[in-house]
């Protein structure tokens, strides 16, 4: 797949056929995240891999309308390490979580290459992921992503509705909106 034609192709999937991820899929697709470019090449970036039913029923519940998430044959729990990621965006805020969106971004690139669908959630409690998968301190989580072949019923065709134009995002020389 082209990379325009996946950045115009994905779409959230909150609906996944019964038919497990293959491993050498998965790695492509967490490999592809692991290629995410990081200031001065820190990486603070981290996923734990969740196929096991009832560890996923654990995770969903964390995640409030998150009961598609059992749907899929695997949930991936993105991680951001503070200390990896000290330099301050702007000097207010610090580089982890951009950087870990980057890596999420390509990941979600390589599952539409994979013809897998996936959905970036970031409405989740923390304390009780935190809970599950023993998080030390100075590691945040910053997304839970279920990962399987799409529902072909729930998929939607042509451009994502409400996606602003060109002009309306961009600005040249000044801020003039």
Known sequence: MEVQEAFRSVRPCRAFLPRPVPDDALRRVIDAARLAST?????????????DEERKRKVAQAVPRGAFLNLAPVILVALGLEEA????????MMSYPLEVAAAIQNLT??????QLGTCWCTDFKEGKLRELFQLPEGVRVVGVLPLGYPDPA?????????RMGFSEIVAFENFSW
């Open 39 to 51: 200031g001065s090449d820190q990486q603070p970036w981290r996923f734990i891999v969740v196929h």
């Open 85 to 92: 990621a000290p330099a301050l965006v702007g000097g207010y």
């Open 109 to 114: 690139l390589a599952a539409a290459a994979e």
């Open 154 to 162: 729930s998929l939607t065709n042509g451009p994502a509705p409400g």
